[in-house]
């Protein structure tokens, strides 16, 4: 006979988590239960006074001396080489800059330069949207086309005329993790580019580019890597491309010489050539915090972690909310899955309204997903148990169905 798993043995597994004392370096305000760091990454509790400082003694009183004096100049390449280990990638490999979006942008255009015969990008169906809406801009101005095809059966839509394959590691509804070294392979055995979004797995799960011999990839600075809302995202370029891979948005910070003002465009040698205006330094300033968090993690230990946590909801959401009307969206197998876990229900949207106002802070993914994002850097078994419980609650008092819980709000 199985023993039920109960609070107490949550509070076990946190007492016995050696990246427990971890959570200390976040501010996480009582009695909020913060299931949400896919979407927005928690402040670092040194961010306020860093910025403070960036702001004050860099700004306010080097002023325009601090490009050189504090370097900001170099921001973007020092921000690469952090996040670079989190990605299985080589220092110089890897820039802060702009959005994912535009990063998106960039590398797209980019690749179909390198591929001029081929005329097709392969997208996923139903993947993040932008990642799409940038696939179909760059196919129009080069006149190619986009094909879309479903996640699990993307390698086998690579043919001879696909020029790039775009495809996101981790479903951000889902959660549905790719194999990055076989879709990689397949992509290249047919002569294709691969691009990777690795917006929601930089910082939750191992990704390792470069024994995935991957190409290029883009990802977000706000979600794991707790940068802040809007941080500046990052973009990779494997070393062995980087010459030939032309910049598509050549602004000034991209050129070889900046401070040259020359009035044809030189790009710069490696990444550099795809920074395009001036970085935002107190942005970039608060990436460089959340980056910092990860100094001295035992990495593996880290996704391990994000692992269990997610478990476990699959667990009590299955033992605890039985009967209820959820059905588990996500992958059940640890190893397929990314750090946040979905639960389908036709009323998600309300429900997850209704935990909300109780502390448990997670989203709602339309149509029907109830989603929620397990952080490993802070985020608690207990919490788990606790967010579990809030919505057994929820469910059994039947409080989500009360009519304000219905509106819509703009963000979801
Ligand atoms: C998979 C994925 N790609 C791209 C983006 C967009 O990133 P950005 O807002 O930096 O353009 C997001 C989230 O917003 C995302 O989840
Ligand atoms: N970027 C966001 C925003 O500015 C507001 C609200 C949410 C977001 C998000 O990041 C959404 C996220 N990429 C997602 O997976 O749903």
Redesign the pocket.
């Given at each position: 006979m199985t023993v039920a798993f109960r609070r107490q043995d949550a509070l076990s597994l946190d007492a016995a988590d050696p990246l427990a004392p971890m959570r200390d370096r976040f501010v996480l305000p009582e009695g909020v239960i913060y299931l949400d760091g896919n979407s927005l990454g928690a402040l670092p509790r040194t961010t306020p006074a860093h910025l403070a400082d960036v702001v004050t003694a860099q700004w306010g009183r080097d002023l325009i001396t601090s490009w050189n004096r504090h370097d900001w100049i170099g921001f973007p390449m020092r921000l690469g080489a952090m996040i670079a280990p989190l990605i299985g990638a080589r220092p110089d490999e890897v820039i802060a800059c702009d959005?994912?979006?535009?990063n998106l942008f960039k590398l797209i255009a980019g690749a179909a330069a390198l591929r001029p015969e081929r005329r097709t990008i392969l997208v996923e169906d139903g993947g993040?949207p932008?990642?799409r809406y940038m696939a179909e801009s760059v196919a129009a101005l080069v006149g190619g086309s986009v094909r879309t095809a479903p996640r699990e059966a993307i390698e086998s839509h690579i043919d001879d005329n696909v020029a790039l394959v775009v495809l996101?590691q981790v479903d951000?509804r889902s959660s549905d993790r790719a194999d990055m070294a076989e879709v990689t392979a397949a992509a290249h055995r047919r002569g294709a580019l691969i691009l990777w979004?690795l917006?929601?797995s930089a910082g939750a799960v191992t990704i390792d580019l470069t024994t995935c011999d991957a190409d290029l990839a883009v990802g977000?600075g706000y979600k794991y890597l707790n940068g802040g809302p809007g941080a500046p995202?990052f973009l990779f370029v494997a070393r062995r491309l980087q010459d030939a891979l032309p910049s598509v948005l050549p602004g000034w910070m991209g050129h070889a010489q900046p401070f040259a003002f020359e009035q044809g465009y030189r790009p710069a040698p490696g990444l550099a050539r795809h920074l395009c205006g001036t970085p935002p330094i107190l942005a970039m300033a608060a990436l460089e915090e959340g980056l910092g968090q990860f100094d001295g993690v035992d990495l593996q230990a880290l996704f391990a972690k994000g692992q269990g946590l997610g478990d476990l909801f699959i667990q009590l959401m299955e033992e605890r909310c039985a009967g209820h009307g959820f059905t588990l969206a996500s992958p059940r197998q640890a190893t397929a899955r990314g750090s946040h876990v979905c639960f389908a229900h036709d009323h998600a949207y309300p429900i997850c309204r209704a935990l909300i106002e109780r502390g448990v802070v997670g989203d709602f993914r339309a149509p029907d997903l109830l989603r929620m994002g397990f952080t490993p850097l802070y985020t608690r078994f207990a919490d788990v148990w606790d967010a579990v419980e809030t919505l057994r609650e929820v469910m059994t008092t039947g409080v989500w169905q009360e009519d304000r819980l219905q509106q819509r709000e703009v963000v979801t």
């Open positions: 959005s994912t979006s535009v993040f932008t990642d996101t951000y979004d917006s929601h977000c995202a």
